[in-house]
């Protein structure tokens, strides 16, 4: 069984492509959230993933945020410029099923949340000291999360008090063990200095994460922004993945 895990795609249809592309055929998706805001294919993205095989979508700050459910002063200026870009550019059937989205699911051994189990939308999950607190927030074995935009697997074995980080190595599959918050990073703007989109197929059968990092034509999404007059910056930034 492979389910492809996807976040942060936020409305970089060229990147979420490459990823659909070098994933193949796949049983199910789970996309953690943030389909949403920074990129210049709002409507794409979302109908893109809408049609992926026995999809589960969560509900990402900037999507909030686009659907006004959530305050944006908490965003950099810059972010809130295309939140607003985005607002006006979103059809009302994908704002329709934006607002169907939960923060958080359980399927079979595992919990979805966009941020963290502890707090869905908002929080950070950057240290082992957070990481360890949200492990009393779900029951499952594992926990896959986003919103970093940072690949990471924080484990927890039942000797210890402290979760331990791993960084995973890309294109390399793993064996799981409970219990684990794992972040796939992001596919569409990853932030650890690696431009390239990034991804993982969870395979619950065999209990293997395999994460992965794909190349795809960065220049096409940056010439879409500047046409949309999005900000120069979060062009920019595509370049080299922070
Ligand atoms: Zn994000």
């Not at 210049?40 to 700050?61: K, S």
């Not at 935009?149 to 979760?163: G, R, S, T, V, Y």
């Amino acid at each position: 069984m492979q389910i492809l895990i996807i976040s942060d795609i936020h409305a970089n249809l060229t990147a979420l492509q490459a990823v659909l592309s070098n994933a193949g055929e796949i049983d199910s998706a789970w996309c953690l959230g943030d389909l949403l805001g920074y990129g210049p294919d709002p409507n794409e993205c979302i109908e893109c993933i809408r049609q992926l095989p026995n999809l589960v979508c969560l509900i990402g700050n900037h999507d909030a945020a686009v659907l006004n459910l959530i305050d944006t002063d908490a965003f950099n200026p810059e972010a809130r410029q295309t939140i607003v870009w985005t607002q006006n550019a979103l059809l009302p059937e994908n704002e329709t099923f934006l607002k169907s989205l939960p923060n958080k699911i359980q399927i079979d051994n595992v919990t979805l949340a966009h941020g963290s189990p502890r707090q869905p939308i908002w929080e950070y999950l950057l240290d082992s000291y957070t990481a360890t607190r949200n492990f009393d927030y779900f029951d499952t074995d594992f926990c896959f999360v986003g919103h970093t935009h940072l690949p990471f697997i924080f484990h927890l074995k039942n000797d210890q008090n402290n979760a331990s980080l791993t960084i995973p190595t890309p294109n390399k599959k793993i064996e799981l063990s409970p219990r684990a918050i794992l972040n796939a990073g992001s596919v569409g703007q990853p932030r650890d200095r690696d431009p390239r989109a990034a991804y993982a197929i969870f395979d619950p059968d065999q209990q293997t994460w395999d994460y992965r990092r794909v190349t795809y034509e960065i220049a096409d999404v940056q010439k879409r922004m500047n046409n949309a007059g999005l900000p120069s910056r979060h062009i920019q930034r595509l370049s080299s993945g922070w």
